[in-house]
């Protein structure tokens, strides 16, 4: 019997033993007590085995306890690519559900997967939604989803100082991590924290400590070398910032093959830029007549030659050096001049071939703003191929 009923039953007994008193007899009024007696001992044992009242959520990051809230980490999603790995969050606007992430998570990857907290992969998604004007995208999850973020609304404005905490896949290990900070600025587009968001953290949310909701998604950091005077040693401080999410984005929608497809243009278009500036700054330099040196110890210029190394122009700049350093005898000045003009003509043909097939206008925004900055470093490297051209002439 449920608990809240006995005492109203009580009642009634008491009642009707009353009212029918005159015809009751002793025995009567005896059986009542007994009744009640054992109504009384069945109230106490089924509240003994009722469960103690759930702790109230208190609404923020932490529940009652002080622990993470389990809604919130399970709403963050690992996202895996076959070249990179990141996070996202279920966010709910206007009755749907949807995985935000930020674009460059998604970016160079052909292949992805996306599973929250507790091991469940979500494999049915709309199309992918782009923001314009942020490294931000998200898709729609078409299938059943328990736990979702709210978004803190644009009001009242979010202050400086104000606790948050990031939220994601620290260092790639595919374990969801709370960082907490404070709000150190904002702008109309961003903010920057100081919770300590590493690689892995990119596309993780950026909640509110008092409502658990969210205010932004990691984006980035920058790494700032300074020092007061010529004595000190070089500080580094890291800056790290989130894209505003208490705000309304404006969304371009398309297939998520078109997007990873523009992603994967612009990479390569961009790699030939590192190339011909990585040749470039190993071209021969000169003292008089006579080659004074070739190639370049710059860790940079090193560094994109690896990165490259499977890329035909690295390829035939390293066959050239090796046949040059490997020869019996030195090659003369004119050789050497021959040899790299012949290389740098290539690298020009190579970037006046590619230089137009870029399609900016149908990208998102994060492609379209990556394509645009690598047309005008096309056109800055050609000047400078030219001229360099001109000099082994």
Known sequence: MNPKFLLPTLALLVFSSVSEADEADTERLKQLDREIAELEGERARLLETMPAPAAVDSGGLFDAQGQVNPKITDSVVIIEGDKSVGTGFIGSVGGKKYVYTAAHVFSGNSKLSARNSSGASFRKFGVLE?????????????????????????????????????????????????????????????????????????????????????????????????????????????????????????????????????????????????????????????????????????????KILSDNQDHEMVKAYRSMFNEMLGGKSDPSTMEIRRRFGILVSTLISRAIQSENSLKPETYAWFHRDRAMKAIVERKECLVELNRELQKLK
Not at 159 to 181: F, M, P, T, W, Y
Not at 186 to 214: C, F, H, K, W
Not at 219 to 233: C, E, F, M, Q, V
Not at 236 to 249: G, I, T
């Open 130 to 302: 782009a923001a314009e004007g942020a490294d931000l995208v998200r898709m729609e999850i078409l299938e059943e989803v328990k736990n979702s973020l709210e978004f803190r609304p644009a009001e009242p404005p979010l202050q400086i100082n104000r606790k948050i905490a990031a939220l994601g896949n620290g260092g790639g290990n595919g374990v969801v991590s709370v960082e907490q900070g404070l709000v150190l600025g904002t702008s109309a587009d961003s903010l920057e924290i100081d919770a300590a968001i590493i690689q892995g953290n990119s596309g993780g949310p950026v909640v509110e400590v008092e409502t658990g909701r969210v205010v932004g998604l990691a984006t980035h950091l920058t790494l700032l070398r300074n020092s007061t005077t010529k004595r000190d040693a070089p500080q580094e401080k890291v800056r790290r910032f989130a894209c505003r999410l208490d705000k309304e984005w404006k969304w371009k929608s398309m297939k998520i093959g078109a997007f990873l497809e523009s992603s994967e243009a612009v990479d390569r278009y961009k790699a030939l830029n590192d190339v011909c500036l990585a040749i470039m700054a190993g071209l021969p330099e000169y003292g008089g007549s006579r080659v004074r040196s070739i190639g370049s110890n710059d860790p940079a210029i090193q």
